[in-house]
């Protein structure tokens, strides 16, 4: 035995080689299911107070064939942060999935004549090989994946709740029409007036299509004032602007000459004296009325015509105002003159009555009635600038001209300027919501089959839910036809009345993929439940996620529909909370090595299975850490995949100046304890400063997502460790430790086979608990206690196992700082003094006033002035 001992004190150090190391932990971490989540042993361990739960969510990505470096990206920070939590004491629920229906997987299909759902499959077989081989913490035998009957089945009960709340429901409506891929697209998918997958331009269409009435959670949308939820302001203000709260009135108008009337909508209803015409939405129906018969019909419908063949989001953003004037006056209730009536480009049918009174005070109405040469005024007088007053900046302003108002402050009397309207019998309080309805229905094949019926005698009638999923056929003819593919399968499509029994044919169309990932995380705590779409228990034990990982071209769209589901969940009860995530992290853009987003046909795009080929992964993901802070946006650079390598192969390396014996506890008798494991061998003031400081920054940086900064603290310590003769176990063992959650790989490698070895074992759990204790070597790995709990092979501990180091307050103060002395602004020496100096000015002078080398640049020379940046600088001026 003492023969094998002292052979393991000479280990050769072999030269770092992470394939086959990586390659190696791979297969042992998945033979001990060291990443499996154990969901009864963690809700007991929560029930009993024991340990907190931690859930680390990452939009579940679409399974497009291969990772590309965005994913890596995209995943490495919340992996980095969940091994943290973990080794700090947290079940750690990190889940996966694949969001594995939608238009890219159909026209992919279409492109390489194979089945949508062969391709989806298969592409989700090659991303999840490549997952693994990043080496996250994710447990793979709880995936979830959207085009399983197991997970659709509940979205189509989901649907079926809101229909019965009515929230889902059958309309017509003017609507986005991309004409290559053949479906109705939400205001959110269409993108410089193109479809957001295909880039074809987007015409208006009448289709009859299914609704979410998500207006009626417009209030309940909007971002408040609450301070236990960590979202970003820009997602809370888009969110709020998105949803486009307006408190104001609708006013009454009679047309001149007809027997008409209609409502418009004023926002700042104060200044309603100032308003001196009316514009109307092109596409709203009074307007055929307003014109049939007169000499302007012929124009005004050849705009409305113009006007239907733009997206409502086009018209929001054209700078250029157009109009044409219907030949039509309205009368002002407010007892100004006859208004005359025009149809606008900015007008939107959707907001407020589709009806907008105008006035000099806006700038945009300005502009309009510049252009057509329509008279405006004014009841506030102009500012300093000379531009005219408006209500947008809030400044408000004397009225004049103005009714019973006039002479008072126009912010001041709103609600007294709407009461009076109200009792004048004028107009009444409204309230306008910039959000739509949510068009979820598409006349697509690879989506969940909208789970109704469609009966000549009984209208429309939902699935029973015994008779759930409605399962999507494979025999269909996918390609776009104009009309939606599953009508394609007439055995499919022909079904049984649930209600009178007669024939009766299914509902055709699928619901938007927004809808599938609009509540996957509460699939992900139990995603082979058959019996409900989650539980309530793992809701109450699991739930809300604690950070939620995602990207910025989510925040108007998949953010907003999420929170909606959950607030629906609440008012069905399955949840105690209005909010799905205390906190949301929104990534940055790993862009092509040229500056320009990855893509085929720039052919820039980076292939992280290239890169690991050559540098392994451990290095791939303490690049992506260290190459810019996580919500930035920045070029790779493989280059600067040679520096982090580096930095791995010298933490490799260092092992052979690391100092301690090893043992065996059959021998554990014959020598003393220090001889045999100088564990503590004696570290200066300095090295417990470096050590201490960087697990308090390493600490800190992690928890917020620095991880770039986390790095370079590892970096920089490593410096210091590199020159000196000897590291000691505790500084290795605890620098392999805060470099664990970046290179998981390497330091599994380094804690078996370096400090496990210098115990002569090769496990922890070989030695036992105490025969650690026995030779002081209860601070090698804290809290040993933790050992036996862990899931897995108990032959087998990870150093992903183990406690996460602790900094000691009082280590972070050096009892010497080094300062630098300048004279005049030039570099003349470096004092050292003591800490408790630091403050006192006159020492510090002092103390480099004698240093030989500052002194010299000062003899003979009167000091003028003294710079003292406390710790760090000191400036002579002479």
């Known amino acids: ?126 991303m999840t090989n490549q997952f693994q081989t ?74 009859e299509q299914w609704f979410l009435k998500i207006t009626d959670y417009a209030e309940k949308l909007l971002w408040k004032d609450d301070n236990k939820l960590d979202w970003p302001n820009s997602v809370k203000t888009a969110q709020n602007e998105w949803i486009g709260k307006k408190e104001g009135v609708k006013i009454k108008h009679k047309v001149v000459d007809m027997d008409l009337e209609f409502e418009s909508f004023s926002a700042y209803p104060s200044w309603s004296w100032a308003d ?10 009074i307007v055929e009325k307003l014109v049939k018969g007169t000499s302007e019909e012929k124009e005004v419908m050849a705009f409305v015509k113009e006007m239907s063949e733009q997206t409502e989001l086009e018209r929001k953003e054209t700078t250029e105002k157009r109009g044409v004037f219907t030949g039509r006056f309205a009368k002002d209730p407010f007892g100004r003159p006859d208004m005359p009536i025009w149809l606008a480009n900015f007008a939107l049918i959707n907001f407020g009555t589709g009806i907008i009174r105008c006035s000099g005070h806006d700038e945009r109405d300005i502009e309009f009635a510049n252009k057509y040469h329509i008279p405006t005024r004014e009841v506030v007088e102009k500012r300093k600038s000379g531009t005219p007053a408006t209500p947008h900046d809030g400044k408000g302003g004397i009225l004049h001209d103005s009714g019973p108002f006039t002479g008072r402050e126009v912010n001041e009397v709103r609600e007294e300027v709407i009461d009076w309207i109200e009792k004048k019998g ?87 993929t927004f809808f599938d990932s609009s509540w996957y995380y509460y699939r992900y705590l139990d995603p082979k439940n058959e019996k409900e779409a989650f539980s309530k228990k793992d809701v109450d034990d699991l739930m809300p996620v604690n950070i939620y990982f995602g990207g910025g071209e989510h925040t108007v769209g998949h953010t907003l529909y999420a929170r909606f589901f959950t607030k629906f969940f609440h008012d069905l009860g399955l949840v105690p909370f209005h909010e799905f995530a205390i906190k949301r992290i929104q990534h940055g853009v790993v862009l092509g090595p040229d500056g320009n987003r990855m ?41 600067a995949m040679y520096g982090v390598y580096r930095f791995l192969k010298r933490v490799w390396e260092l092992q052979e100046r690391v100092k301690g014996e090893g043992f065996s506890p059959k021998n554990r008798e014959e ?29 800190e940086d992690i928890e917020k997502i620095s991880n770039n900064t986390a790095v370079a603290a590892l970096m920089k310590w490593l410096n210091y460790l590199e020159a000196k003769e000897i590291v000691s176990i505790e500084e290795y063992k605890n620098l392999i430790l805060l470099l664990a959650p970046f290179a998981p790989y390497m330091t599994e490698e380094l804690c078996q086979s370096v400090i496990l070895n210098r115990l002569g074992s090769s496990s922890l759990s070989d030695l036992g608990i105490e025969d650690l ?44 700082v080094e300062i630098v002395v300048q004279v005049n602004g030039k570099l003349r020496g470096n004092i050292t003094v003591k800490s408790e100096q630091l403050k006192v000015n006159s020492k510090v002078e002092e103390i480099a006033k004698k240093d030989e080398k500052v002194s010299k640049w000062l003899e003979g020379k009167e000091i003028k002035k003294v710079i003292y940046v406390p710790g760090k600088i000191l400036n002579f001026v002479v």
């Open 599 to 639: 893509s085929k046909s720039k052919g820039n795009v980076i292939n992280p299975d290239d890169v690991v080929k050559e540098f392994g992964t451990d290095a791939t993901r303490l690049y992506l850490s260290f190459m810019m802070p996580y919500n930035s946006t920045g070029p790779w650079d493989t280059s």
């Open 773 to 816: 204790r026995a030779h002081s070597l209860e601070g090698l790995f804290q809290d040993l206690n933790r050992i036996p709990d862990q899931v897995g092979n108990d032959n087998f501990i990870s150093i992903h196992q183990q406690l996460w180091p602790e900094f000691d307050t009082k280590y972070l103060v050096k009892d010497e």
């Open 134 to 207: 990043m080496g996250t913490m994710i447990d793979w035998s709880r995936v979830t994946i959207t085009c399983l009957p197991e997970y659709y089945k509940w979205n189509q009960w989901i649907f079926l709740k809101m229909y019965e709340k009515g929230l889902a429901f059958r309309s017509k409506m003017l609507s986005n029409w991309c004409p290559v891929d053949q479906t109705v697209l939400a205001n959110e998918h269409v993108e410089n007036g193109r479809c957001w997958r295909c880039g074809s331009e987007v015409v208006q269409k009448e289709v």
């Open 1 to 126: 035995m003492q023969k094998q001992v002292k052979s393991e004190r000479k280990l050769k150090i072999d030269r770092y080689d992470p394939q086959a190391i990586e390659s190696k932990w791979r297969k042992v971490w998945k033979e001990n299911n060291l990443y499996k989540f154990d969901k009864d042993k963690v809700e007991n361990e929560i029930e009993s107070k024991k340990k907190e739960k931690f859930y680390t969510l990452v939009e579940l990505p679409y399974p497009s064939g291969d990772l590309h470096i965005g994913h890596w990206f995209s995943f490495v920070a919340p992996d980095i942060l969940s091994r943290f939590k973990k080794m700090n004491g947290f079940d750690v629920f990190f889940p996966m999935g694949f969001d594995a229906f939608g238009l890219p997987a159909e026209n992919a299909a279409i492109k390489r004549g194979i089945h949508p759902q062969d391709w989806t499959i298969k592409n989700i077989e090659t």
């Open 276 to 285: 001196s015409y009316i514009v109307i939405a092109p596409e709203h129906p």
């Open 426 to 512: 004028i107009g009444k309080r409204f309230i306008n919501y910039h959000l739509h309805d949510w068009s979820i229905s598409r006349q697509r094949y690879w989506g969940t089959p909208v789970p109704m019926i469609h009966c000549k005698k009984c209208g429309i009638v939902p699935v029973p839910e015994d008779q759930l999923p409605v399962t999507l056929p494979y025999e269909v003819d996918f390609t776009p036809k104009g009309k939606a593919p599953l009508a394609s399968n007439e055995e499919w499509l022909s079904v049984t009345c649930p209600k009178c029994h007669g024939k009766a044919t299914r509902d055709p169309e699928t619901l938007d």
């Open 671 to 699: 020598k003393d304890a220090k001889e045999l494991y100088p564990f503590s061998l004696t570290l200066n003031p300095n090295d417990l400063y470096e050590m201490h400081s960087t697990i308090k920054k390493v600490t």
